[in-house]
Nanobody, 123 residues
Framework: QVQLVESGGGLVQAGGSLRLSCEVSGGSFVSFPMAWFRQAPGKERSLVAR????????YYTDSVKGRFTISRDDHRNAVHLQMNNLRPEDTAVYYC????????????????WGQGTQVTVSS
């Protein structure tokens, strides 16, 4: 059974940094997309960053370009999201997701999800 477990969320002041981690058990997605989504209160879950396969292409939503970096750790079967220069509008629950096909964009395209980790950025 595939499980994704996120960690690393917390409370940080604007301008600060956090590193989210997502460890995968029960399967490997080295050759498949993994991504980070976020959902703020009253808003839909939206794609933040995607890694199409380990060492492959990446995608970032415009609002995080230059501030966030998605990376893979194949040895630990994990994916990370380094978040720098955080802003109050980055406050949300962040979810790790994995897919078993390519060209995935929407949340419905992803097959496996973590439970989420809260990120709160104070002004």
């Amino acid at each position: 059974q595939v499980q994704l477990v996120e960690s690393g969320g917390g409370l940080v002041q604007a301008g600060g940094s956090l590193r989210l981690s997502c460890e995968v058990s029960g399967g490997s997605f080295v050759s498949f997309p993994m991504a980070w989504f976020r959902q703020a209160p009253g808003k839909e879950r939206s794609l933040v960053a995607r890694s199409d396969w380990s060492g492959g292409s990446t995608y970032y939503t415009d609002s995080v370009k230059g501030r966030f970096t998605i990376s893979r750790d194949d040895h630990r079967n994990a994916v990370h999201l380094q978040m720098n220069n955080l802003r109050p509008e980055d406050t949300a629950v962040y979810y790790c997701a994995a897919a078993l096909r390519y060209g995935v964009v929407a949340a419905d395209d992803f097959d496996y999800w973590g439970q989420g980790t809260q990120v709160t950025v104070s002004s």
